[in-house]
C-alpha cells in the first residue's frame, strides 16, 4: 500500500524528500513549488545563477524571450528583467498558476511538437526540462527552429547518473546528464557552444550524501522541493548563491547540475 503521509514541522523533507501517494502525487509537487519556490534555497540561488549568467553574455531588453515549461512561473519575473517574456507549460494545473502571477502571456505546449504564439525568438529558456522529455534530440531541433539566426538557448539539467533518487522518479525525469554528453547533443541540433559548466558544486557532497540515504531507505517517491527550517534554509542559500559570481567565468569540474548556454548557428 502507498504510503500517503504528509510533510510535517520537524520531519526532514527538505532532505530525504517524503513519501505521497500516486493518485495526487503530481498535484502536491506542484502546489509545493508554487508556495516554496520564491524563497526555497535551490529555487532562489539557481535564479540568482541564471541572472548572472545572462548579465554576462545577454544584453538587458535584447528582444524577445521564451521559458519552455516554465512550472508554476517561479522564473518569469527575472526573465521579464531582460526582455519580453513569454511563457510555455503542458501542464494544465502548473500553467494555471504560472498565469497567476500575472507576469507575462503562458499558453499551453508541449515540447517538441507543439510550441505556441508563432514567433521567432532571441532566446529560448529551458530550466530543468529536458530531462522530462523522452524526445531530447528533436526537442533541440525544434527550439533552434523557433529562435532567430543567432538566437540563443539557455538550459540547465541534473547531472550524474549516480545521483539517480526518488526525487528524480518523483519528478518524472527520463534521465540525468554528464556535459560531455549533453554537448554534444547540443551541438548535433546545430548549435554553437558559448559557455558550459557543472553548478551547484560546493553543494555537491552534501547532495550526493542525501541521494545516497534516500536510495538505501529506498524512498521511490520523495521531492526535495519541501522548504527546510529557516536558518538551514537560508546557509544553503548563502553556499550555493556563491556561485553565481563563479559559474558565468569558470568552467566547473563537477556539480549536481549542468548549465549550458548555445548559440544557433
Not at 34 to 54: D, M, P, S, V
Not at 139 to 147: H, V
Request: charged share 25%.
Amino acid at each position: 500500500m502507498a504510503d500517503r503521509r504528509r510533510r510535517v514541522p520537524g520531519r526532514p523533507g527538505w532532505l530525504l524528500g517524503r513519501p505521497l501517494g500516486e493518485r495526487d502525487l503530481r498535484r502536491d509537487i506542484y502546489l509545493e513549488m508554487y508556495a516554496n519556490e520564491e524563497r526555497h534555497w535551490w529555487f532562489a540561488a539557481r535564479r540568482k545563477i541564471i541572472g548572472g549568467i545572462l548579465a554576462a553574455y545577454y544584453p538587458r531588453g535584447a528582444g524577445l524571450i521564451l521559458e519552455a515549461g516554465c512550472g508554476t512561473g517561479g522564473n518569469l519575473e527575472l526573465l521579464s528583467g531582460f526582455g519580453t517574456v513569454h511563457g510555455m507549460e503542458l501542464d494544465e494545473e502548473a500553467l494555471g498558476m504560472a498565469n497567476s502571477r500575472k507576469i507575462c502571456p503562458v499558453l499551453r505546449g508541449r515540447l517538441p511538437d507543439n510550441i505556441p504564439f508563432g514567433q521567432l525568438y532571441d532566446l529560448i529558456c529551458l530550466f530543468d526540462v529536458l530531462e522530462h522529455i523522452e524526445e531530447e534530440a528533436a526537442t533541440l531541433k525544434a527550439i533552434g527552429n523557433q529562435l532567430q539566426t543567432g538566437g540563443r538557448v539557455l538550459l540547465t539539467v541534473p547531472a550524474y547518473k549516480f545521483l539517480w533518487s526518488g526525487h528524480d522518479v518523483s519528478h518524472r525525469h527520463k534521465r540525468r546528464y554528464v556535459r560531455g554528453e549533453l554537448l554534444r547533443l547540443v551541438e548535433d541540433a546545430g548549435f554553437g557552444v558559448i559557455h558550459a559548466t557543472y553548478f551547484n558544486t560546493l553543494l555537491f557532497p552534501a547532495v550526493g550524501a542525501a541521494r545516497a540515504i534516500n536510495n538505501l531507505l529506498g524512498r521511490a517517491g520523495g521531492s526535495d522541493a519541501a522548504m527546510p527550517p529557516l536558518p538551514l534554509n537560508r546557509l544553503l542559500m548563502k553556499v550555493f548563491s556563491l556561485e553565481r559570481h563563479l559559474v558565468p567565468r569558470f568552467k566547473l569540474p563537477f556539480g549536481v547540475s549542468i548549465l549550458v548556454l548555445a548559440e544557433k548557428r
